[in-house]
């Protein structure tokens, strides 16, 4: 028998999610920001700020001292010579663990969900910066005879999108030290045309999902049972013998440890 | 923690102290006053004796205790004829005597340093050792030899004697030489006029080999509770 | 559903309680007479763990054993000396004078205290140090389990039900004990002896007691009888009620201990540290460069509940998100 057991609900986690979406939302939207000139007031250029470019605002305001966005690189275009803003921004997320209850998924993943799997909804909203034509070729602008190198293009809007996709996965524990890590059995977005430019979006996301977001979510799930209890001077270990552990079953995530006392 | 009679080395029927005790019988009806005297006796004080039928048989006073002065219980005074007159004075450091008046007060009809016919003195000598009995009046002499209490004759299931040892005092003191255990009482019934003086001459410490008997008698009392814990 | 579930098995909860159950020295002076024996006993133990945790379906669980250390255990022995009395007799009689009277006494010895009716020898102290180790005591009890909030924390408490500790016992099977209090008495007559010269007093006082040492006296009035060991450990149970004592220590010491604590409010991040150049749009105040720390979000604790079945504890609780 395990010395600890600990659950939490996919419900719980929804709650969660939303909770943190609204008290840290920069975990949610990664923006290239634009540019925005300074002007004296003889109307002269005498610097450039940050200019904070996006589709959705972060309303309401995140508590005092919490930015709205993290700082992604600008990305380039062959043929224009400067970077150009961008913004991307996680509106929705959601979980649901098996059985698969709140999530209708869609026939490309075909339902209804497979044991041990959790399955994820996601609205993730883009924006692009247009290129003014004017901007191709223009020499950059100066002030009393002096050249502003500008690192990205200034604009004040930009161009957005909405996706919706759904992500399929599982947990696996691994070498070294019971990592648990997550595997995706499967993405889709949904109403993209062509097929092609979905394929590469989907290429993005994945990267973006398993590099950034995911891997916080799942953060050391052996030792959250113990910090939640206050235990002390305890190592713990997922409890062999177990068909999986952690396992996802009941809309819960479970995970079944044995302690080590020092 | 000794009280001082434990080492009381001298008794004096003149000079009332510590274990020992006078009686005298009143034998007609009347009125009487008991004077206490003596040189740390103060203020003097008085007793009233009053005899006559249906009194008591006995009227127990302390001399030398200010405080104690008549013993209670035993009725004011009032003494049946032929009762006798107690008198001790235990805490006195030095002796005491009485005085008994009757119409006169300016001539006493009694003086407990002379006692005479019909009178008890009795005292209790504690301390080992021989001792020297004498009538200062007449200078008749008696021995008398208070044994150790040694510790080996208790072993041996023996105890100390308590019976009261009785001597006439008369021409001579009979019997004139006793052997008594610390702890028993010398009555002295007296015939003729005397002063009786209880004097310590030579004092017994006990035979030598007693300390180290002593050792081997605990040694084995705590054998015999505690066990021998060596092979 | 609760948002968050978690259990403890009974063995894990066991091992926990021991950790936490340790107390310091829980330290006790007792004193009973009787018989002419005075007898005191000063001595301290502590709570080194516990054994055989037993859940009880709802709140509470059985524990067999407290483990009881005995860290301290001295006796104090007062002997009181029978007042040595003299006197109280009658020495002379009516009829001895005239036979046809009545036998009133007409002289009297008055009773005299020889040695005073405070006398006394000791207190021995007795260092029963040696032997602390055999000193055998079982001790269970029922307890139960609660949460409180507290101090910014969800405190899963433990309090004591009801505590049993049964009469002690001392298992000398090399016999120290009897040395130990051998020795103590042998000195205490020495001393005695010493300080209290002469010794024809001694011996007169004995004598009149009929003891014929003043070892066999201390003896007699210690009353030890054939086993020292259950002498002893009737004093301690019965005339000192020593279980009683140490179930008012114990208790004392036992009282909330903190078995689990739950942050509260549940941080669902970890404070995280950045460089304000990697963020944007600040909600104002926008904290002075370069770095800054960022709180961590947390919800709170929210219908909390923990009970026993026949193998688990289970803690529910809600966020309140």
């Known amino acids: ?262 | 923690m000794f009280p001082t009679m434990l080492t009381q080395t001298q008794f004096d029927s003149g000079a009332l102290a510590g274990l020992a005790s006078i009686a005298h019988p009143m034998r007609d009806v009347g009125y009487w006053r008991l004077a206490a005297a003596g040189r740390r006796v103060a203020p003097r004080r008085q007793f009233d004796v009053i005899v006559r039928e249906g009194g008591q048989a006995r009227y127990a006073i302390e001399l030398a205790d200010a405080d104690r002065g008549r013993m209670a219980g035993l009725g004011e005074g009032f003494l049946a004829p032929g009762g006798m007159i107690n008198l001790v004075a235990r805490g006195a450091r030095t002796g005491c005597h009485a005085l008994l008046y009757g119409d006169r007060p300016d001539e006493p009809l009694w003086d407990s340093r002379e006692l005479r016919q019909g009178d008890g003195y009795a005292c209790m000598p504690m301390r080992p050792g021989s001792w020297r009995i004498e009538n200062l009046l007449d200078g008749a002499v008696g021995r008398l030899r208070v044994a150790y209490p040694d510790p080996r004759t208790i072993a041996a299931g023996q105890r100390l004697a308590t019976a009261l040892v009785r001597v006439t005092v008369g021409m001579a003191i009979l019997p004139d030489d006793l052997r008594i255990d610390p702890g028993q009482l010398l009555v002295f019934a007296i015939d003729v006029r005397c002063r009786l003086a209880v004097t310590l001459e030579q004092p017994d410490d006990g035979p030598p080999e007693l300390a180290a008997w002593r050792e081997e008698r605990s040694r084995m009392a705590l054998e015999r509770v505690f066990g021998n814990d060596r092979c | 559903m609760s948002d968050v579930s978690l259990s403890v098995s009974e063995a894990a909860f066991e091992t926990i309680f021991s950790r936490i159950l340790p107390t310091p020295l829980l330290p006790f002076d007792e004193s009973a007479s009787f018989a002419g024996l005075q007898f005191g006993v000063a001595g301290a133990i502590h709570i080194a763990g516990a054994d055989g945790v037993d859940f009880e379906d709802g709140d509470t669980f059985w524990l067999d054993e407290l483990e009881i250390a005995w860290d301290k255990l001295v006796l104090r022995l007062g002997f009181d000396i029978p007042t040595v009395r003299v006197g109280g007799f009658c020495i002379l009689r009516l009829d001895d004078i005239l036979p046809w009277e009545s036998n009133d006494c007409v002289w009297e010895l008055p009773e005299t205290d020889l040695f005073g009716a405070d006398t006394d020898i000791g207190p021995l102290v007795i260092d029963l140090g040696p032997i602390v180790s055999y000193v055998v005591t079982e001790v269970s009890g029922r307890f139960r389990i609660s949460g409180v909030s507290e101090g910014g924390t969800l405190k899963l408490k433990v309090h004591k039900q009801s505590i049993d500790v049964d009469p002690i016992s001392i298992q000398d099977t090399f016999g120290k004990l009897p040395a130990i209090l051998q020795a103590a008495i042998v000195a205490a007559g020495a001393k005695y002896v010493t300080a209290n010269p002469p010794a024809f007093a001694i011996d007169l006082a004995l004598g009149i007691l009929g003891f014929p040492s003043l070892t066999e006296l201390l003896l007699d009035i210690l009353d030890i009888g054939d086993d020292l060991q259950e002498w002893l450990t009737r004093w301690l149970n019965v005339e000192i009620g020593l279980p009683n004592v140490l179930e008012g220590l114990i208790t004392t010491a036992v009282l909330k201990k903190t078995m689990f604590d739950i942050p509260d409010p549940y941080s669902l991040l970890p404070p995280i540290k950045m460089d304000i150049a990697d963020f944007g749009g600040f909600a104002d105040p926008q904290p002075p460069g370069p770095t800054t720390t960022l709180a961590a979000p947390a919800a709170s604790i929210v219908n909390p509940a923990a009970r026993f079945d026949a193998d688990m504890l289970h803690i529910r609780f809600d966020l309140g998100l």
């Open chain 1, 1 to 262: 028998m395990a010395d600890l057991y600990a659950a939490v609900t996919d419900d719980a986690l929804n709650r969660i999610a939303g909770f943190l979406h609204a008290r840290a939302p920069y975990l949610f939207n990664y923006v290239a920001p634009s540019l925005k000139a300074r002007h004296d007031d003889a109307g002269n250029i005498v610097g450039f700020d940050d200019n904070w470019v996006v589709c959705s605002d972060v309303d309401p305001a995140p508590p005092p001292g919490v930015p709205r966005y993290r700082r992604i690189p600008p990305f380039g275009v062959p043929g224009v010579p400067i970077k150009l803003p961008c913004a991307i921004q996680l509106i929705d997320l959601r979980f649901d663990f098996h059985p698969g209850d709140t999530i209708t998924l869609p026939p490309q993943l075909a339902g209804p969900l497979a044991p041990q799997r959790f399955a994820l909804r996601a609205q993730v909203q883009f924006g692009l910066a247009c290129i003014p034509p004017e901007a191709i070729g223009a020499p950059p602008p100066t002030t009393h005879g002096r050249q502003w190198i500008l690192p990205v293009l200034p604009v004040d809007s930009l161009e957005c999108f909405l996706i919706q996709f759904f992500v399929i996965g599982h947990l696996v524990v691994g070498p070294p030290g019971q990592q648990i890590g997550l595997e995706l059995d499967g993405l889709e977005i949904v109403d993209i045309q062509p097929p092609g430019l979905e394929q590469a979006v989907e290429c993005y996301l994945v990267a973006m999902l398993k590099g950034a977001i995911l891997p916080q979510l799942v953060l050391a799930l052996q030792a959250v049972p113990v910090h939640t209890l206050g235990l002390i001077a305890v190592t713990p270990s997922l409890s062999a013998g177990l068909p999986d552990n952690p396992a996802i079953e009941h809309d819960a995530l479970h995970v079944w440890l044995d302690l080590a006392f020092a």
